[in-house]
């Protein structure tokens, strides 16, 4: 079976452009599969030499709540179930958010492997601002820059070793 890795997070925090840096690559094959729905975006690519699945999730619907709270959308936890590992991404300018702890107490509770990725850390990495990101219970923070590229090839092997 061919792994299956999911990048998940809030709104606006880079999933879509580190998905577009993931399989931009020569050996990607990026498929929209209009039977589901646009909200979720498949490529297949090989890392060192073995195929691998990612899958862009764009679905978190906003749900009346206590006002804060958001709830992650059925489609987002169906990608997660099918998914071998999440990759949960986070937002270094904006900093930790109300959302990204919520959507940390859902992963952790799928007991999924989760990676947690800070993006937009361009000329940021090592930063302080990445240790509040320790709050969310998920190791860690590893600092990336999806669209500049920083740490992308690092997250990939780390992705790797994790499957
Ligand atoms: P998504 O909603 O999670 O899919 O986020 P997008 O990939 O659409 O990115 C949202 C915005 O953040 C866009 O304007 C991107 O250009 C920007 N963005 C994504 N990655 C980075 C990054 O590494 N650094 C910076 N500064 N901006 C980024
Ligand atoms: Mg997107």
Not at 38 to 49: K, T
Not at 118 to 132: S, Y
Request: avoid cysteine; glycine fraction near 8%; charge should be neutral.
């Amino acid at each position: 079976m061919t792994p299956i890795v999911s990048l998940v997070g809030r709104p606006n925090v880079g999933k879509s452009t580190l998905f577009n840096r993931m399989t931009r690559s020569r050996d990607a094959i990026v498929a929209d599969m209009p039977g589901l729905t646009r909200d979720r975006h498949y490529g297949m690519l090989r890392m060192a030499d073995r195929p691998v699945i990612v899958v862009d999730t764009g679905g978190f619907e906003p749900v009346v709540d206590t006002g804060i709270v958001h709830q992650m959308a059925r489609q987002t936890r169906q990608a997660i179930a099918e998914s071998d590992l999440v990759v949960f991404l986070v937002d270094l300018r904006t900093g930790l958010s109300p959302q990204d702890l919520h959507i940390a107490a859902e992963l952790r509770k799928t007991g999924k492997p989760i990676l947690l990725a800070v993006n937009k850390a361009e000329g940021r990495h090592g930063h302080p601002a990445l240790a509040e990101f320790h709050e969310l219970g998920l190791g860690e923070p590893f600092s990336i820059s999806a669209a500049h590229g920083d740490s992308v090839p690092d997250l990939l092997d780390r992705i790797l070793q994790a499957l």
